[in-house]
């Protein structure tokens, strides 16, 4: 490459650099508004490092971190400089729906085990929320005389539903209201939209923080009670799910593997095949000869001096087989065979009825039964415990060995992946939002379920079947499925922060903000505080998943993410989906009749 063509390109970067650099702090928000991947991105990374300041162990989080540094720059931008800053809605909307999805996957099995044992509950707890919600804003905007939109506008900030405006705006458009003499339908409209700014930043990160400490403010310990309740509902079972998180973990094996010096007669001059028949509880895995690994055939016979590796019952291994095979060997290629965990669908008739004691010829090769599970829940494990078609066992041992089983028992092995099935996440996310965006109208009012609703629910789904039969769905690495949920809220929070900041200066007038900031944060904090107390105390229900049922009510999908962090589990999820299909329904029509009653 020339010096001319170097200085060329050198002096095109500076091009782009130097309209900044002169323009300093404004050209840097100029920048953020031509480039709005960089405000999101510097929104996510400045809102995590804030999201981590703990103060007395409490701090914001990362997504309500984002929130606050991406308020925080708009609002810079519009007081500052007069840039007002718009990112498109889709972005928004595709990281909240990829959020939900992921979220599905994880919590799909416990949702309906949740409907079963608290269905009443959470509906209650949902009725609750709304309730006190919709009253709080609409009486408290009406004693301190707060003109015509604002309700509307507390309401849908407050409880953080953008689509209230849409029902408000409808009702205008309509006639459905009509607005007093002197005052236009664009100021009311004005006035919702301000009232909702306010409301939303503060309700937004107020209910992040109280979901957040609900549990210890109660004087619970929010791990100690996950835990509790990842319990109850598993059912009693010991191991996830086919599909869930930690499924395909080893973990504790009372089996291991050791090598041993083949010295005794009972083992020189054998071959594998009698060996496997009169040990079958110790099965040979490797055989090495001279440093050289053989070939593992039924005819292989071992010899003096051979090192084998065996897998078997810790105790028999140490005080068994050492005086039967010969002295342990700590040869590293003899030990290092390397054991899987896999899941194996029945898919033949021929083994339906049989106990695990009969299929004891076909799991050989140093194959354990780690998990049994019919439909979708764990079945106690012994000897006896008979096996079904359609039935999934969860095996661990060799890779070779685990591969011949499965296709013995009629199933296709599934592995731990570090991919994940991008086609089923297409059709599954698909599938939900278009069922999510169905609207029947009754009486002026849209009913829907809503897209975020119905991607959530099919992830349910597709984790729901999975756990059925692991083949469906197509494999998701766990690393995967959490770096979408928690890059797609935190990215979806970002964008929001942007839109949202430049409509908090224009509500920036007298004591407006200050009613419009104490009814919106009374609407969206009191609410849940209550129906979370009623949770527990009435309904005896876990603290988490009471703090569960109550961000759902409140429709607050950061909260949600908040108790997931503060008690290390996704167990709060259960409930999240009942409660939140319920309230956003009847948030809309709270919304409608708020407007309308104005």
Known sequence: MTDTTVGG???????????VTEAGLHGFFELLDKQPIAFVLL???LGTLVGKISFKTISLGSTAGTLLVGVILSMIAEAAYGITYAIPGILSSFMLLLFMYA????????????????GVAFVTIGLIVWSLNWVICYFGAMSVGLAPGYATGLISGSYTITAILGVGQGALASGAYVPPEGMSIEEVGANMAAAYAISYILSSVGIIMLIRYLPRLFGRDAKADAKLAETEF????????PGAPGAFDLGFSPYDLRAFVVVHDAFVGRTLLQLAADYPEAPVLRIMRDGVVLDMAPDTCLVNGDIITVRGDIHDLIFTDGQLIGPESDDSIARNVVLEVADVHI???????KSLAELGHIMSGGVAVQALFRAGTELPLGPESDVRFGDVLRL????IALRSIAK???GQLILPTMKSEVLYLAIAMLVGYLVGIITVTISGIPFALGTSAGVIMAGVGVSYFRSRNPNFGGPVHEGARSFLQDFGLNAFVAVLSANVGPKVISALDGDTILWLGLIGLAGALIP???????GIRLFGLNSIISDGAATGARNSTPGLNAIMEESGSSVAAVPYPVAYALTTVLALIGGYFSMILS
């Not at 390109?9 to 782009?16: A, L, W």
């Not at 598993?234 to 799910?241: D, L, Y």
């Open 9 to 19: 390109v050198v002096g095109q970067i500076f091009d782009t650099i130097q309209p």
């Open 43 to 45: 929104a996510l990374a």
């Open 103 to 118: 979220l599905g996957l994880k919590v799909g099995p416990q949702f309906f085990s949740g409907l079963r044992k608290g």
């Open 234 to 241: 598993s059912g009693g079972a010991v191991h996830p799910v």
């Open 347 to 353: 898919g033949v008739h021929e083994h339906s009825g």
């Open 396 to 399: 661990t041992g060799p890779d």
């Open 408 to 410: 013995k028992l009629g």
């Open 528 to 534: 849940p505080f209550i129906a979370f107390w009623i």
